[in-house]
């Protein structure tokens, strides 16, 4: 049967009409689920850069505080979370410090209990687990909270910052409520709540061993004080017995002017040693200005034999000199260094009252100018070799010559302003000693702090 032309037409029209019925009310809930996807993929998406942000932070920060900042920071302002907080709290859960992002003034009240050690809810609870707390429609369900305004339309993760066993206190976002359920937006919080707890722990290992360092260099000063009071009083007992001695010898008997004056004669140079300790002590602790140009070693080295070749003659010293030519420059202090030098060579000729020689050499050695000064002279016993730049430390072969033994002291203390290394060396008594000095040349000195001048 042939059905009319108009009626065909209705039918098809009808038929249409039922399959875009029935295929609209299937493919909307696709688009609507994909829409879904979507969005949990873009938000996750905020959330892993906002998780790597915060690892950045970690491995670059070094300050507790600051990193709290920044990581609720980099929380709230990718857009993952609303908003974000970060509370650590004391054994008797207390506030010690804490962060936020996102709260401003609504903050404020929390604070104020978590002061008092008064958590909200989420807060007790995290404690008690390792998992994050999820709450939903916080406005309705935590009504107590000075938080749950900012929750209108979202919910709260809240969860302790743990490692180790040790809990440091508490995380806690504000996050759209349709994503508050998934298992892999609370995995990825845990994680990141996990990374600034490591961080919270290696600062704290940090801290402690800093205040360790502290406590051994503050006993350490200790000590050394204790040793340069007794070097001090040690130094000044000696000329103080004999001004008093002295001076008890002539109140006590009648003298001719000779003997007074011989007398007095001994008041004076006691007097005058017990000055010269003072002013060496005033020396050592004193820190002069230090004017660094760029010079030629060899130059500074020629210009200090000069002044103690008159010395060197009488004590009947030969001076061999062996300077490598074309040295780079140094950059240092040259009226430091020439004390240094002159100190070297005084030492080198107490050392050789019988005669010997002094053998000066200048050459490079691992991007450093070493200067070498080797003497032929009685030598330092390996006991002594750790001591010799301890102040006050001295040993004087020849009783005629006196010193406060803070010469190499100082020393010591001026290489290391300039960054170099003083070392010295002696295969025993009898044997001589060499001391070698190492300086930067000029552009490769270090920034930062120079490491302690060897001692051998």
Same mark, same amino acid.
């Given at each position: 049967?042939?059905?009319?032309?108009?009626?065909?037409?209705?039918?098809?029209?009808?038929? $249409?009409?039922?399959?875009?019925?029935?295929?609209?009310?299937?493919?909307?809930?696709?688009?609507?689920?994909?829409?879904?996807?979507?969005?949990? $993929?873009?938000?996750?998406?905020?959330?892993?850069?906002?998780i790597?942000?915060? @690892?950045?932070?970690?491995?670059?920060?070094?300050?507790r505080?600051?990193?709290?900042?920044?990581?609720?920071?980099?929380?709230?302002e990718?857009?993952?979370?609303?908003?974000?907080?970060?509370?650590?709290?004391? *054994?008797? *859960?207390?506030?010690?410090?804490?962060?936020?992002?996102?709260?401003?003034?609504?903050?404020?009240?929390? $604070?104020?209990?978590?002061?008092?050690?008064?958590?909200?809810?989420?807060?007790? !609870?995290?404690?008690?687990?390792?998992?994050? %707390?999820? +709450?939903?429609?916080?406005?309705? @369900?935590?009504?107590?909270?000075?938080?749950?305004?900012t929750?209108?339309?979202?919910?709260?993760? +809240?969860?302790?910052?743990?490692?180790?066993?040790?809990?440091?206190?508490?995380?806690?976002?504000?996050?759209?409520?349709?994503?508050?359920?998934?298992?892999?937006? !609370?995995?990825?919080?845990?994680?990141?709540?996990?990374?600034?707890?490591?961080?919270?722990?290696?600062?704290?290992?940090?801290?402690?061993r800093? !205040?360790?360092?502290t406590?051994?260099?503050?006993?350490?000063?200790?000590?050394?004080?204790?040793?340069?009071?007794?070097?001090?009083?040690?130094?000044?007992?000696?000329?103080?017995?004999s001004?008093?001695?002295?001076?008890?010898?002539?109140?006590?008997?009648?003298?001719?002017?000779? +003997?007074?004056?011989?007398?007095?004669?001994?008041?004076?140079?006691?007097?005058?040693?017990c000055?010269?300790?003072?002013?060496?002590?005033?020396?050592?602790?004193?820190?002069?200005?230090?004017?660094?140009?760029?010079?030629?070693?060899?130059?500074?080295?020629?210009?200090?034999?000069?002044?103690?070749?008159?010395?060197?003659?009488?004590?009947?010293?030969?001076?061999?000199?062996?300077?490598?030519?074309?040295?780079?420059?140094?950059?240092v202090?040259?009226?430091?260094?020439?004390?240094?030098?002159? @100190?070297?060579?005084?030492?080198?000729?107490?050392?050789?009252?019988?005669?010997?020689?002094? +053998?000066?050499?200048?050459?490079?050695?691992?991007?450093?100018?070493?200067?070498?000064?080797?003497?032929?002279? %009685?030598?330092?016993?390996?006991?002594?070799?750790?001591?010799?730049?301890?102040?006050?430390?001295?040993?004087?072969?020849?009783?005629k010559?006196?010193?406060?033994?803070?010469?190499?002291?100082?020393?010591?203390?001026?290489?290391?302003?300039?960054?170099?290394?003083i070392?010295?060396?002696?295969?025993?008594?009898?044997?001589?000693?060499t001391?070698?000095?190492?300086?930067? $040349?000029?552009?490769?000195?270090?920034?930062?702090?120079?490491?302690?001048?060897?001692?051998?």
């Amino acid at each position: 049967m042939v059905l009319p032309h108009d009626l065909s037409a209705e039918l098809v029209a009808l038929a $249409i009409s039922i399959l875009m019925v029935a295929g609209v009310a299937w493919i909307v809930p696709l688009f609507q689920s994909i829409r879904r996807s979507e969005e949990k $993929i873009e938000h996750l998406n905020l959330v892993l850069r906002a998780i790597r942000g915060v @690892n950045q932070l970690i491995t670059k920060e070094t300050d507790r505080d600051r990193l709290l900042w920044s990581a609720c920071q980099k929380l709230a302002e990718m857009r993952g979370y609303h908003s974000a907080w970060v509370a650590l709290l004391d *054994e008797s *859960e207390k506030l010690v410090t804490y962060a936020e992002a996102g709260l401003g003034e609504n903050f404020l009240p929390l $604070i104020e209990l978590l002061k008092h050690g008064k958590l909200i809810a989420c807060g007790r !609870q995290a404690l008690k687990q390792s998992e994050a %707390v999820t +709450t939903q429609a916080p406005f309705s @369900n935590c009504a107590d909270c000075p938080l749950a305004i900012t929750c209108v339309v979202g919910g709260a993760m +809240t969860i302790r910052l743990e490692h180790g066993g040790k809990v440091y206190g508490l995380l806690s976002v504000s996050i759209p409520i349709k994503f508050i359920a998934n298992e892999e937006e !609370q995995g990825l919080y845990k994680e990141v709540a996990g990374d600034i707890a490591f961080a919270l722990h290696n600062m704290k290992i940090e801290a402690e061993r800093q !205040q360790m360092e502290t406590q051994i260099a503050r006993s350490s000063r200790l000590s050394a004080m204790g040793e340069m009071i007794g070097g001090v009083a040690h130094e000044l007992n000696n000329p103080l017995t004999s001004v008093l001695g002295n001076a008890q010898l002539l109140m006590s008997s009648k003298f001719d002017k000779k +003997t007074i004056s011989e007398t007095l004669g001994k008041i004076e140079s006691s007097a005058k040693r017990c000055r010269d300790i003072v002013a060496d002590l005033l020396e050592f602790t004193r820190e002069k200005s230090y004017r660094f140009k760029l010079i030629n070693i060899n130059d500074v080295i020629k210009n200090v034999s000069k002044m103690f070749q008159e010395q060197a003659d009488i004590s009947h010293i030969k001076i061999r000199t062996n300077y490598e030519q074309d040295l780079p420059a140094v950059k240092v202090s040259s009226s430091h260094i020439e004390q240094i030098f002159l @100190n070297i060579m005084t030492n080198a000729q107490h050392a050789m009252s019988k005669g010997g020689t002094l +053998t000066i050499s200048t050459c490079m050695e691992d991007d450093m100018v070493k200067i070498k000064f080797q003497d032929t002279g %009685v030598g330092i016993e390996p006991q002594d070799l750790g001591r010799i730049f301890d102040p006050f430390y001295t040993k004087k072969v020849n009783k005629k010559i006196t010193g406060t033994g803070l010469g190499l002291s100082m020393a010591f203390k001026m290489i290391e302003k300039h960054q170099g290394t003083i070392a010295a060396e002696s295969e025993g008594k009898g044997k001589g000693a060499t001391f070698a000095i190492s300086l930067p $040349i000029a552009g490769l000195q270090k920034a930062q702090k120079p490491e302690k001048p060897q001692r051998k």
